[in-house]
């Protein structure tokens, strides 16, 4: 079979998995599973490590360097975030504390958090 | 021995099967993104995928081929990583759908820059065709993408304003239609001639880079997170499109089950808000210009508990009560306790109106989703902007677990950590009853003057429990 029949077969049932999969979300999980799907596209990085040792020219390894970068921070910023957000929708007796904003967010409480962020 | 190990690491065979654990993986780990117990574990095992995809990649023959690409391949990764890291680290809770934009914008920028590499280096040779309709249809859509992202960031972090801009009348549409047909036929043009220029493809990325930006400025703030959800899709299928261009399975399966779950998710997201799709893209929903009155609230020291007797007394005899939620609601999941007694005021004859504060929870839209999930009409829902000047003719508000968004030191208080915050002006109405666990300060740390207020009484308790009381009580009255 010619590779691209396979390919674009392959394209169809992942297609398909991708509908079944998300069938039904709770609201609340609404953004983390579209951040999480955010850093599987971050897939590409792969795009740019397979051309980097074809590429010639110093703006082809210019371009390149960015598109790993861009994907890389994709991927990892993605499941990074999608991992905090998580961490919210877990138990907390006292929801009022800044802890939730993570460990190096050390402004919560503070006026520079105030001008942007929610209330309770 | 580790001659043989690297030798059977490097085969295509082992590659491959890599490939499928790690795309296995990833649909595994987002199936369990779907329910709130499996969620964190599936977030991670979609994680290890990728890493497992990554790692797999790099063991390619050849990867190292050539001076200085190990160099600049660790390069890239640590760029992204020194960027990726502390982004995701440090991003407050609330800036959180920003963030995701960005990182969806950088995704879809990585695509349209590996596109414009592949057309480079192999334009004009053996370059087959139909790895050139996909690379410029990832080329076209990475673009958007990037761009669209990006203004999507830009409204969410409010350096652009949130409502909706855009050119006047239909002219709007056609200006996208216009660039959306320049995009197409170029592309057609690029994939069908034989030796085009290499400007070409640059115009392409510009055409569809403008189009990215006409795309998402007419869409108001609100909407951003479901615009944001299709700009997902859009990456995930520009993904797929470079994977089929480098026939590459992982490519290919990662980003297509992006692209039809993020479909479904957009969907989804649009309907949570009582919204449809087409209707968010044709933009123009939400957003006036407030004009907030001063007013004097003098902070007594005293604060009055009420009951909830008293309270379903006031609210039955009121003709106008505005129900203002914020975090507190969601976190006791009162919603639909609250959409409870909005009924049973309503069978008594009472206005009931929403105030949604666009911070009020901890993402744009909390508050609309919770409300939306308990089967709240949309109409009800009032945006800050359109329910403050309703707050003088209003009898009661009802302050379920909001604080900060209350605020009269917002405005009257220049010392106020808060202080130029647009607030619900829930002080003009006729009386406020606030509805709220203890006396503890919001998330913003700072004293609540409303509490003090003669016309303020409070019923501390359980949001859901204080609701349902007084849902009770109304009905029996």
């Known amino acids: 079979m010619d590779p691209l029949v396979i390919d674009i077969a392959v394209l169809v049932l992942a297609g398909f998995v991708g509908f079944a999969v998300i069938s039904k979300v709770p609201n609340t999980l609404h953004t983390p599973l579209m951040s999480g799907t955010n850093a599987i596209h971050g897939i590409v990085v792969l795009g740019g490590l397979l051309l980097m040792s074809e590429s010639s020219g110093i703006l082809e390894k210019i371009l390149l360097v960015i598109a790993v970068a861009f994907g890389t921070i994709n991927v990892i910023g993605g499941f990074l975030v999608t991992d905090r957000m998580l961490g919210m929708f877990k138990a907390k007796p006292e929801p009022a504390k800044s802890v939730d904003a993570g460990s190096s967010g050390g402004a919560d409480a503070s006026g520079g958090e105030a001008a942007g962020g929610s209330r309770s | ?477």
């Open chain 2, 1 to 477: 021995m580790t001659v043989v190990g690297t030798v059977f690491l490097q085969t295509t065979n082992f590659i491959d099967a890599c490939y499928i654990v790690a795309f296995g993986l990833m649909i595994y780990g987002m199936s369990g993104l779907t329910g709130p117990r499996t969620a964190v574990r599936g977030n991670q095992t979609a994680a290890v995928g990728m890493a497992v995809a990554v790692v797999a990649t790099l063991l390619r023959k050849g990867e190292f081929h050539g001076s200085g690409t190990v160099v600049l391949i660790i390069v890239g990764l640590l760029i992204g990583t020194a960027v990726g890291v502390p982004a995701a680290r440090n991003v407050k809770m609330t800036a959180m759908p920003q963030m995701v934009a960005l990182f969806n914008g950088v995704g879809g920028g990585a695509v349209a820059l590996i596109a414009w590499v592949e057309y480079r280096h192999h334009f004009g040779g053996d370059w087959p065709l139909r790895s050139e309709g996909f690379e410029l249809f990832g080329a076209i859509v990475g673009s958007i993408s990037f761009w669209g992202s990006g203004i999507a960031f830009g409204k969410l972090q409010e350096i652009l304003p949130g409502r909706p801009i855009k050119a006047p009348g239909r002219s709007q549409s056609l200006i996208n239609l216009v660039l959306l047909i320049v995009c197409v036929v170029s592309a057609v043009v690029l994939a069908a001639g034989t030796h085009s220029q290499g400007l070409f493809i640059v115009g392409i990325l510009v055409a569809a880079a403008l189009l990215g930006n006409m795309l998402v400025l007419p869409i108001g703030g609100a909407d951003m997170p479901v615009v944001i959800s299709l700009l997902n899709a859009f990456t995930g299928l520009s993904a797929a499109a470079t994977g089929l261009a480098l026939s590459n399975p992982v490519m290919i399966v990662a980003g297509m089950i992006v692209g039809a779950s993020g479909t479904i998710l957009t969907d989804q997201m649009a309907k949570a808000m009582n919204r449809s799709v087409p209707s968010i893209i044709a933009g123009g929903f939400g957003g006036a210009v407030a004009a907030p009155v001063g007013g004097a609230g003098e902070t007594g020291g005293t604060v009055r508990a009420t009951s909830a007797a008293d309270v379903a007394i006031q609210l039955s005899y009121a003709r106008q009560v505005v129900i203002a939620p914020g975090y507190g609601m969601a976190v006791a999941q009162a919603q639909h306790t609250v959409r409870e007694l909005e009924r049973a005021l309503e069978a008594k004859g009472v206005t009931v109106k929403y105030a949604i504060h666009p911070v009020a929870g901890r993402m744009p839209g909390h508050m609309n989703v919770l409300l939306a999930e308990a089967d709240v009409p949309y109409d009800l829902l009032r945006e800050m902007d359109d329910i403050n000047p309703e707050f003088p003719r209003t009898d009661v508000v009802l302050v379920i677990g909001a604080n900060d968004v209350t605020n009269p030191a917002a405005k009257n208080e220049p010392g106020s950590p808060i202080y130029g915050m647009p607030i619900l002006e829930v002080d003009h109405a006729g009386s406020v009853i606030v509805l709220k666990r203890s006396m503890a300060s919001g998330f913003a740390g700072i004293d609540n003057p409303l509490f003090y207020e003669p016309k303020t009484t409070m019923l501390f308790g359980d949001a859901k429990s204080s609701v349902s009381e007084i849902t009770s009580e109304v009905q029996a009255l």
